[in-house]
Every structure is written in structure tokens, then in C-alpha cells.
């Protein structure tokens, strides 16, 4: 079991916020011992879905680190009516275990390995929410260059300032674990890669409106952080952005 060593943010290190994170702790623990949050093998999808239509695109979604929730079936049911199928994948059960930038774009490069050539899709949406859009900008790097060039858009919905690989109980009290990272320069990074960046009107910790045009597509939607359940316009906000190519 790895240790994770928890750091509240500036001046708000209070003995409630840590009673609330060693709660969260126990809380974590008794479901994992349950066996209820991850049944099966943690590097699988936690949801597959098809979609008819002959386009040539899949779609991989990477969910916050509550869970594959309502936004991220939400977010399915919008691009699979619009014809793209959906490989989703839970990041608090696959990000339960620290992962490496390296090993989580070995697991996704194995993922669209096998489902362009299951549904004959040549081209690839990658979408991050939460959680998810924190660690996609690090994880994106390290696919193999055949599948970054298939990469038709990185949609990062509800980017916050510090990502990780691992989802903690101070996750969820965004208390950030040792290993946390600087996401903006993370984005940087990708420049050149087709982008957008979805925020909500009233969130108050994306990062979105800060970043440079240049660099990444932004769009503004209604809501906070979770958009008030208009999942409908996140998809079509992402379809949107797609390169006319």
C-alpha cells in the first residue's frame, strides 16, 4: 500500500479540514476493503459503449475522482448520440493505485489499441473531467506517436490548478498529496495538440479563463462545477471544437 503524505492549501490547515480527511481515509479504506468500489481488474474501462453510426472517431473519458457519476454517463449519452462510441474509465478506482505519467499512457494506448480495431475508428477524442482533465495533460505525452497523431482533440472539462496520479481522501477536501503538480504548465506543454478548455460560469478555481488563447480553445458554459447537470451542452461544447479535418 503506498503512503500518501496530505498537505492542506495555504492557511487552511485547520484540525476540522484534517478530521475530515482522516474521516475521508476511513471511509476509503472500509470500501476498498468491501471490494465494492473496484471490482474488477482497476486498469479496465469502467464502461464500454457502442455507438451506431460509420464516423471514424472513438471517444476515451477520464471521470473526476468521484467516480464514473451522472456527468460521465451524461457526457456518453451526448457523443454516442452524436455517433462516437465511448471507452470511459473511473479515476478513483483506476487512479486508487499511483500510476506514472508513463504507465497510465501505456493502459490508454492499449485501450484505443484495441477498441479502434474492435469498432474501425482511426481517430480519438480524449476527455478529461475533474480529476480526469488534471491528469490527462500528463499522461498525453507519453502515448506512443502513431496514437498522439490520431488525436483529433483534448477536451479538459473543469481543469483545476494542481493534478495528481493518485486519488487520496484529500482529493475530495482538494487537499494535495506530495506528488501533485502545477497543471497550467502541464498544458503548456501540449502546445500544438488541438484543445479546449470547458468551464463553468460560476466555478471559482478553474484554470481555464487564465490560460492563453494561443495555446487552448475555451468555452464558457452555465453552472459551476457541474455545469447544472447540462451535460448535453459539455458534449455538444466538445463536438464543436473538433478541427474541421
Given at each position: 500500500m503506498s503512503v500518501v503524505t496530505l498537505r492542506a492549501p495555504?492557511?487552511?490547515?485547520?484540525?476540522l479540514r484534517l478530521l475530515l480527511a482522516l474521516v475521508a481515509a476511513l471511509a476509503l479504506a472500509a470500501a476498498a476493503s468491501g471490494g465494492w468500489l473496484w471490482r474488477q481488474d482497476d486498469r479496465l474501462p469502467a464502461a464500454v459503449t457502442p455507438a451506431a453510426g460509420g464516423g471514424d472517431t472513438l471517444a476515451v473519458i477520464y471521470s473526476g475522482d468521484g467516480g464514473w457519476a451522472a456527468i460521465d454517463r451524461g457526457l456518453t449519452d451526448g457523443l454516442v448520440r452524436a455517433g462516437t462510441p465511448v471507452v470511459g474509465y473511473?479515476?478513483?478506482?483506476?487512479?486508487?493505485t499511483a500510476r506514472t505519467p508513463q504507465d497510465a499512457a501505456a493502459d490508454l494506448a492499449a485501450s484505443l489499441?484495441?477498441?479502434m480495431a474492435a469498432w474501425g475508428k482511426r481517430r480519438v477524442i480524449l476527455v478529461g473531467y475533474s480529476f480526469g482533465a488534471d491528469a490527462l495533460p500528463k499522461i498525453v505525452p507519453f502515448l506512443p506517436a502513431d496514437l498522439r497523431a490520431r488525436v483529433r482533440l483534448v477536451a479538459l472539462v473543469?481543469?483545476?490548478p494542481r493534478g495528481e496520479l493518485q486519488v487520496h481522501p484529500g482529493s475530495w477536501l482538494n487537499?494535495?498529496?506530495r506528488d501533485a503538480y502545477a497543471v497550467a504548465p502541464a498544458v503548456a506543454a501540449l502546445r500544438g495538440a488541438?484543445?479546449?478548455?470547458?468551464?463553468?460560469?460560476r466555478e471559482t478555481r478553474s484554470i481555464c479563463p487564465g490560460l492563453p488563447?494561443?495555446?487552448?480553445?475555451?468555452?464558457?458554459?452555465?453552472?459551476?462545477?457541474?455545469?447544472?447537470?447540462?451535460?448535453?451542452?459539455?458534449?455538444?461544447?466538445i463536438l464543436q471544437a473538433l478541427p474541421r479535418a
Open positions: 495555504p492557511g487552511r490547515r485547520t484540525p473511473s479515476s478513483l478506482r483506476y487512479f486508487r489499441r484495441r477498441y473543469g481543469l483545476e487537499m494535495a498529496g488541438p484543445m479546449v478548455c470547458i468551464y463553468g460560469s488563447p494561443a495555446l487552448i480553445r475555451r468555452v464558457e458554459l452555465r453552472g459551476g462545477h457541474h455545469f447544472d447537470r447540462d451535460y448535453a451542452a459539455i458534449s455538444r461544447a
